[in-house]
């Protein structure tokens, strides 16, 4: 797999009327499984549905496996897979044939759309049911037949916009078990949406995280956790001592009843964090380098911006006011 970039944009703007839906937007995605984080109204389908050139730029310009997105939408559409966030299906046409239609929608000849759809049918769990109804499926079953008709061409690069959206558990971890294998069996690229930073984890090994509109970070999974490396102490009795004693020395903690999690700034930080437990009598039971979740990465990205969250949930229905525009990129902050 080559390792040029499958999708870039140049300070892209989309503007709906007044309203700024992306910002400046400058991306490089390479082969592989990418996130496309954010909370609602963040401008994920919107710079999907930019980069797919199914709607109009308002500047910027961008490529897609090295085809304008401004110009050659509809080739760039031959070419790739798309499963939109929006319910597209014909509730009255059965399963099989509307990802055969699909397949002849993208340029597929009718012979091979219809042995590729009983075959992608099957790829995504719904061989038994093909012959029902799109109308009589559970969501579940709906997001598969989606996933079915983006896949039915084949396709090098698969863009899903919230796959797991209304899924219950068990549909959902089938679904998120058949994107990985289309990237790690298929060897093709996704990029996918989602507000879940679970989801996301568990394809991908990069993200592009945007919010209100400007990319806040992009990168390697990896490389951007290392960004703040942090030494997790479970600590006996004392904590709120100690907390105000690591802060009152310049350190920057975040407490969860006895656990404490300080930012390492170098080696020399261990050996202060034993110095204040002794100078405030408080016995420190554990203490390992903590291994970030996503999630933990979102809030010290959220938290390094101005953005006072707890939880990535806390930004799906109320987006905070945002205080400093900087931006993460490539695993370091750009101050
Ligand atoms: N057709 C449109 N006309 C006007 N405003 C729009 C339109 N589509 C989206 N917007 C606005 O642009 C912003 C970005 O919307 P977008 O749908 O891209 O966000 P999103 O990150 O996909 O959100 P969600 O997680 O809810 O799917 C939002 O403020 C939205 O209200
Ligand atoms: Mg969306």
């Known amino acids: 797999m ?13 503007k709906y009327g007044e309203h700024l839906a992306l ?23 919107t710079l999907i549905k930019t980069v797919l050139g199914l709607i109009s730029l308002t500047s910027g310009g961008g490529k897609v496996l090295g085809h304008d997105i401004a110009t050659e939408g509809q080739f760039i559409r031959q070419r790739i897979g798309y499963m939109p966030e ?9 399963a099989v044939h509307q990802v055969r239609y699909a397949g002849e929608l993208l340029g597929m000849h009718p012979t091979s759309a219809t042995q590729r759809a009983h075959e992608t049918m099957e790829y995504v769990g719904l061989l038994d049911q093909r012959y029902r109804t799109v109308g009589t499926f559970s969501t579940g079953m709906e997001q598969a037949t989606k996933l079915a008709c983006a896949l039915v061409h084949d396709p090098d690069l698969l863009i899903c916009d919230e796959p797991t959206n209304g899924l ?12 990985f294998q289309v990237v790690k069996q298929g060897g093709r690229s996704i990029l996918m949406s989602s507000h879940l930073m679970d989801d996301v984890e568990h394809i991908c090994d990069r993200i592009v995280m945007i919010h209100k509109g400007q990319v806040i970070a992009q990168g390697r999974i990896e490389d ?8 997790e102490i479970s600590v006996w009795g004392g904590a709120s001592r100690l907390e105000q004693k690591l802060k009152d020395d310049g350190h920057n903690v975040r407490r969860t009843g006895r656990v404490m999690r300080i930012t390492r700034q170098d080696e020399s930080t261990y050996v202060q964090i034993l110095a204040a437990a002794a100078a405030t009598s408080v016995q420190i039971r554990k203490m390992e380098d903590y291994e970030p979740s996503l999630e933990d990465l979102f809030l010290v990205i959220m ?33």
Not at 2 to 13: A, H, K, R
Not at 86 to 94: A, G, I, K, T, V
Not at 224 to 230: N, P, Y
């Open 2 to 14: 080559s390792d040029l970039p499958i999708i870039e944009t140049n300070n892209l703007v989309k």
């Open 23 to 45: 910002d400046d937007v400058t991306l490089s995605i390479r082969p592989g499984a990418t996130g496309l984080l954010g909370p609602n109204g963040a401008g994920k389908s």
């Open 86 to 94: 929006y319910d597209c299906l014909n509730p009255d046409m059965e």
């Open 168 to 179: 219950d558990s068990k549909a959902r971890g089938f679904m998120l078990d058949t994107l």
């Open 224 to 231: 951007l956790k290392a960004i703040d490396r942090e030494i």
């Open 303 to 335: 938290d390094r911006l101005g953005y006072a969250v707890k939880s990535s949930a806390d930004l799906l229905s109320t987006p905070t006011p945002s205080m400093d525009a900087a931006a993460f990129q490539g695993g370091r902050p750009n101050e």
